[in-house]
């Protein structure tokens, strides 16, 4: 929870667009967000049918007003599904599929991390909520809303596109002075990266810890 307050996306200039400014005409973008929304409604079906063959029986038994909790039970169920799946795993099975996988911007992928990126997923709407707020303010354009609250994005598990891989020409960078030492980039964004305890180097762009 302490990461919250740390960086949770690139850093902005006067240049900066957003994720639905780039969507039009990127391809790999909208390839990306395809996959996400199958592998979404892959792990959505997987959380109904657990959750259906617990409720019918109740159905059954008690009468149909127990149906009534039914999407909110799926909901909530899925938010620990996907939760606990990407901390093991890094990915649900949806994600799997699909070749997707998550990673965290800054130090280790928590627990915590990965409920509240999962956290609208509770009901559909909250998610297309999600996915709105987070293209049409500035940042990485592959983060949904509370990817950026979480510190997280997602990723291809086999091929790995950077941050500037998506945004091409459409972000001016601002000029680093580097050091005559540390001229090392990172691996997400590009950024200058600076030393910091144990060993590790911290991007001066994106926070990403590596």
């Not at 990461?3 to 990127?26: A, R, S």
């Not at 009901?123 to 997280?152: M, S, W």
């Not at 997602?154 to 580097?178: A, E, N, P, Y």
Request: proline share 2%; with cysteine.
């Amino acid at each position: 929870m302490g990461k919250l307050m740390g960086k949770n996306h690139i850093k902005k200039d006067d240049n900066m667009v957003t994720g639905f400014d780039l969507l039009p005409g990127n391809k790999p973008l909208q390839k990306h967000w395809i996959k996400r929304v199958i592998g979404y409604l892959i792990d959505l079906i997987i959380s109904s049918i657990a959750v259906y063959i617990i409720f019918l029986p109740l159905a059954m038994g008690f009468g149909v007003r127990y149906l009534g909790i039914f999407p909110f039970t799926a909901g909530v169920i899925q938010v620990f599904y996907s939760g606990l799946m990407e901390h093991y795993k890094r990915k649900t099975i949806g994600k799997m599929v699909m070749d997707l996988e998550v990673q965290t911007l800054m130090g280790n992928l928590e627990l915590s991390d990965c409920l509240i990126r999962n956290f609208t997923k509770v009901h559909g709407l909250l998610v297309l909520l999600d996915v709105i707020v987070g293209l049409a303010t500035e940042g990485d354009p592959r983060q949904k809303y509370l990817d950026r609250i979480a510190n997280t994005t997602v990723v291809g598990s086999t091929h790995t596109m950077r941050f500037t891989d998506f945004v091409g020409d459409h972000i001016h960078h601002h000029d680093h002075v580097k050091s005559e030492i540390d001229h090392r980039e990172c691996r997400e964004c590009g950024g200058n990266l600076e030393d910091i305890s144990g060993g590790r180097a911290r991007c001066t762009e994106c926070g990403r810890i590596q």
